[in-house]
C-alpha cells in the first residue's frame, strides 16, 4: 500500500501551470489610468489654452486628451468600472479647444484694433471751438451732437452700419410671425408673448474667417425697457443664422433670428446689434422696428 501526501497534490481549485487570471480590480485600474491620463491632459491644456501663440498647440493637446477619454467611456462602460472620470476628461478638453478658438478670435480683434490707431499717426488735433471775446455776447452752449444708429437717432430699415467687422442692414421686420414659425416647423411651441422676426444682410470685411451667428448679438429693444435676447426664442427659425456658413472677406449673407416679445412693448421699440466681444453699450447700433 503506497501513502500519498496531501500536501504534494494539487488544490483542486488551482490554476493551470502558466495560465493566469486578470482579476477585476486590475482591469478597473488600466481604464482609470486611462481617464486620469485625459483628465491630467484636458486640464493642462484648459490652463494654457488662453496664453498667445501658446495656445496654436494647446488646441491639439485638447484634442489628445477628447481622443483618451472617448475610449476611457467605452472600456470603462463595457467593465462597469464608472466613467465619471472619462466624461470630466472629455468636458475639460472639450472647454479647453473652445477656449483657444475664442482667446484667438478676441486676439485678432484687438490686433486689428490696434493697427487701425497706427495706421494714421499724424492725425491733425481737432479744432478748438471758438472763445467769445466780448463778455457782454452770450455764450450759446453747443447742442449734443446726436450720432446716427444711437437709440435718440436710430438707423431705418436697409440702412447699413459697420459692427465689429461686419457690414450690418436690417433688412426687415417681422412685428408677427407667429403663423410663419408655426408654419415652418409643427414641433414650434406658440410664444409667451409675440414672435417677431428680423432679417439680417451681412459682408464680412475682417481678415481671416468669420461666422456671423458667433460674432454678432442682435437684440430687442422693447418699449417697456426690456430687452430681448434670440436665446429667449426657442423655435425654429427658416433662414436661420446657425445655418450661414463661415464667411472669408468679402463673403456676404442674410439670415433671420426671432424675439419672444410682449406685443405691448413692439410697437416703437427697437433692435440694436453689437459684436459679442464687445463690452461697452457704445458699441451698438439701433434700428427702428417701425414708427416711433
Not at 431705418?156 to 417681422?174: C, K, P
Not at 453689437?274 to 422696428?289: H, N
Amino acid at each position: 500500500m503506497f501513502w500519498v501526501d496531501e500536501q504534494d497534490q494539487p488544490a483542486p481549485w488551482a490554476a493551470p501551470p502558466g495560465i493566469t487570471h486578470k482579476t477585476p480590480s486590475s482591469a478597473a485600474a488600466s481604464t482609470n489610468g486611462l481617464a486620469i491620463a485625459a483628465l491630467v491632459v484636458g486640464i493642462i491644456a484648459l490652463l494654457l489654452c488662453w496664453i498667445p501663440i501658446v495656445n496654436n498647440v494647446i488646441f491639439f493637446i485638447g484634442l489628445v486628451g477628447l481622443g483618451l477619454a472617448i475610449p476611457a467611456y467605452v472600456v470603462g462602460r463595457k467593465r462597469g468600472s464608472g466613467t465619471g472620470m472619462a466624461v470630466a476628461a472629455g468636458v475639460v478638453s472639450v472647454l479647453s479647444m473652445a477656449g483657444v478658438i475664442a482667446t484667438q478670435a478676441l486676439y485678432v480683434e484687438t490686433i486689428e484694433d490696434v493697427g487701425e490707431a497706427f495706421e494714421d499717426p499724424f492725425e491733425e488735433p481737432p479744432n478748438e471751438p471758438p472763445t467769445n471775446s466780448d463778455p457782454s455776447d452770450p455764450v450759446t452752449p453747443d447742442e449734443p451732437e446726436v450720432v446716427p444708429g444711437s437709440p435718440a437717432s436710430p438707423l431705418t430699415l436697409g440702412q447699413s452700419a459697420t459692427i465689429g467687422s461686419y457690414d450690418v442692414r436690417l433688412v426687415s421686420v417681422t412685428a408677427n410671425a407667429n403663423e410663419i414659425l408655426a408654419s415652418t416647423n409643427p414641433f414650434n411651441e406658440p410664444p409667451k408673448g409675440q414672435y417677431v422676426l428680423v432679417r439680417l444682410a451681412v459682408r464680412f470685411d475682417g481678415r481671416g474667417e468669420g461666422d456671423p451667428w458667433i460674432d454678432l448679438d442682435p437684440t430687442f429693444r422693447g418699449t417697456d425697457a426690456r430687452q430681448y435676447a434670440t436665446f429667449n426664442c426657442a423655435a425654429v427659425v427658416p433662414m436661420a443664422a446657425v445655418d450661414v456658413p463661415t464667411l472669408e472677406r468679402g463673403g456676404r449673407a442674410t439670415y433671420q433670428d426671432c424675439f419672444d416679445v410682449p406685443p405691448t412693448a413692439i410697437k416703437g421699440g427697437l433692435v440694436f446689434v453689437e459684436d459679442s466681444l464687445s463690452f461697452s453699450d457704445g458699441d451698438r447700433t439701433y434700428w427702428t422696428v417701425g414708427k416711433r
